[in-house]
């Protein structure tokens, strides 16, 4: 695999006041010198900046002539900010919301398309009001529907009735649909992406870009993401024009998480990235590449509803692994945490502290309420619009975090974790006073609602903590921040320690909020769907400018309720990531083990409330981890031994007198020769001559 290495980059016209890190440069060298790359660089790794630096270096090196870089949308001032701060001298066209405006984004459009500018910003959101041209959108939904054809004639040869039936349904689907998902409602008639003249792309946060449609058999397989959204439709469009006008280079995605849910959104990244790759190795389906580097598994889970187990096919298991990973590796430039040690802050205890509360007669009474729920369903004796597993799960979720959510009525449990993270919270808000120590806390499950007469854990949790005597404004929600202007202030209190307790969900305190300089306690009062959640959460306090030396973070579950399906979905999704992250090729499978799912294994066992599950999983999960460092050694032992062995055989029938005496034929030594020593078969006959 090609090493990069950019410490000879002295990056013109850059600030001298920064310097960007050795991995950063070698990252700058590689979008430099490759088509297209995937920067997958642990959460707090300095992203920006080198975007930055790769963008200005194309366009001084003359590979680029007007870089457009697509950043979140409430990462704009911020991003533009670092820009500058880089290279204070660039000129570059920041395009807010208003500038995106129907009255206004025709002079926009020309802004960018005459102008000769060093970068051109925009947000996601503004991104997909670019419209594409027409002619582009129905040859793309043209190809699809060949695709889905000839899937639904080979079906048919195979006589797959079924299959059959849902393809047709597909795409009949993609008739109707397809045209929508380029949101022609939000495009007018102006110039297109096109006519702009932009050449290079850089998308930050790229994984919010996952769900790209693809047509594919396994429609019955959990694990593989059935949604399309217009978001991916739009870029995916895009990036093939950038590549098209660039021989197949172009563009480059950035994010901490480039497989943030499921294992196939690997085949999404090589889709924008690598279509090209794909294409010459026949794999540009999906069916094709999972045939090629997946498998569907059929184990024992734990149901939604925790009453018991059930069978589920899940495509949960990788073959090929080294090929794959040689494939993927080709565009993604990896950087963990154990990679660049960064010096961010230690976890207290070395791994993140479980918090488990009982479970009471409510919720159990509740959870038996959602099973006999789910019965109904599955009987189809209820309307799906009335209730359905997703009503269910949610319920279930919220009845984990605080049964008030569901059954307004129940009283206040003093053992729920809600108040279980209140004594957390209270007690460390003491032990950091000399410091100032701030804290975070998140929570998706709730939102805070002032006056109201429904629950809020938010405001719940901020009653609570005010009776104990903190005050008011030291306890903030992220959702009270409704602009920059706001989020910049309230981001410069909780670093000045001016704000300690600052509540708020992944999705409005996740990416983007650098508040880390006195945070020393990070508090889950829920678990998120996806792994990728959990990167972003604790990528808020586990990064470098934090003042503190070790932190902590907890997370909180009850007991006997949906928290245990929760973090075994976690675990599930986990387990793959972990091993593509870390480049780890030395195995041919990638199976249900990994490491850093350990945690969320315990945290699962814990949950169910019986402390012989809680040791079982630990001697389960070690006796798992030693069979796979066994598997690998001899593995690897084989691997080493093979070509000994195959020269030695070669030495011993080379000098041997049985050798010597038929002169050493070419029928004789087939098999026997290393594929490096096998020569002619008279030269190997002079030889015994000579002899």
Known sequence: ?????????????????????????????????????????????????????????????????????????????????????????????????????????????????????????????????????????????ARQIDEIETAIREERADRGTRLVKELERVKKRLSAKLEGLSAEQKKDNTLTFEELGIDRLFIDEAHKFKNLFYVTKMTRVAGLPQTASERAFDLFLKVQHIQERNKGAGVVFATGTPISNTMAEMFTMQRYLQMNTLRRNSLQHFDSWAGTFGEAVTSMELSPDGSGYRLQSRFARFVNVPELMQQYRQVADVQTAEMLKLPVPKLDQGRPITVSAPSTPELKRFVDQLVKRTEKIKSGRVDPRDDNMLKITTEGRKAALDMRLVLPHVRDNPDSKTNYAVEKIHQIWLDSASTKGAQLVFCDLSTPQPGSRWFSVYDDVRAKLIARDIPANEIAFMQDATDDASKASLFHSVREGKVRVLLGSTAKMGEGTNVQKRLVALHHLDAPWRPADIEQREGRIIRQGNQNEYVKIFRYVTEGSFDAYMWQTLETKCRFIAQVMTGDATVRRAEDVDSAALTYAEVKAIASGNPLVIEKATIDAEVMRLTRLKRQHAESLYQMRSPVMRHARWLEFSFSPATRRCAVCFECSVGMYPSSAVGSAKSRSRFAERE
Not at 11 to 17: D, E, G, I, T, V
Not at 96 to 105: H, I, L, N, P, V
């Open 1 to 141: 695999m090609r090493v990069f290495n950019g410490s000879h980059l002295t990056l013109p016209a850059s600030s001298q006041q920064v310097a960007l890190h050795a991995h950063q440069k070698n990252a700058v060298w590689r979008i430099v010198q490759s088509d297209n790359t995937l920067l997958a660089h642990v959460v707090g790794a300095g992203k920006t900046y080198t975007m930055v630096a790769a963008g200005i270096e194309l366009k001084r090196l003359g590979l680029a002539t007007k870089p457009m870089f697509v950043v979140p949308n409430h990462m704009l001032a911020q991003f533009s900010s670092e820009l500058l701060t880089l290279y204070p001298t660039a000129n570059i066209l920041v395009a807010g919301k208003d500038d995106f405006e129907a009255s206004r984004r025709a002079r926009l459009f020309s802004r960018i398309a005459t102008g000769t500018w060093d970068a051109v910003i925009v947000t996601h959101s503004s991104f997909e009001k670019i419209p594409v041209s027409l002619n582009t959108r129905r040859d793309f939904i």
